[in-house]
């Protein structure tokens, strides 16, 4: 973004850190996959989902609230990435969860059709003002606007 205050550097262990986490996680999903029951009932399914479909309300709220109010533009980017977010997980739950196979069909519609765009239009919204503004495509957008990046990494800044 023209005219902003570069950012500091994150701190060196960020990378680590996280790259770590993801390592460590991979046989933890194996002992998982492994362990853990094929089917489960749980006394509390019914809060479990309502109360996800809350937060997710909230997320829609903030950050439609966040693209409205022009003076909060640049707030957008943590709500707008969170109701992504939530949404491909909604999106997963309800289709590994479906209790029949038309249940199922159902999910997968509204997974297709419904929360997967509403994800990436999300993520393009919590990326587009970061990146570069308005020169982000919605799949640059959902990977986190790595071309946009590599590309003003090549380009020399004009000062415009």
Do not use: K
């Not at 060196?12 to 996280?18: I, Q």
């Not at 479990?48 to 640049?74: E, P, S």
């Not at 003002?129 to 959902?142: C, I, Q, Y």
């Amino acid at each position: 973004m023209t005219g902003s205050v570069p950012r500091p550097p994150l701190p060196w262990w960020t990378a680590p850190l996280f790259v770590g986490g993801g390592i460590a996680l991979i046989p933890w999903i194996v002992y998982l996959d492994h362990t853990l029951p094929q089917r489960q009932v749980s006394g509390n399914y019914r809060l479990a989902w309502v109360g996800f479909d809350v937060i997710l309300l909230i997320q829609f709220a903030r950050t439609g609230l966040f693209t409205l109010i022009r003076d909060t533009r640049a707030y957008v980017v943590v709500p707008a990435s969170a109701t992504s977010a939530l949404l491909v997980v909604d999106a997963w739950f309800d289709i590994t969860t479906a209790a029949s196979r038309a249940d199922r069909t159902v999910a997968i519609l509204l997974a297709v059709f419904l929360e997967i765009p509403l994800a990436i239009l999300c993520r393009w919204l919590a990326v587009r003002d970061v990146a570069s503004p308005g020169r982000l495509t919605f799949l640059e957008a959902w990977l986190g606007g790595l071309w946009e990046r590599r590309r003003a990494q090549r380009e020399p800044d004009t000062g415009s």
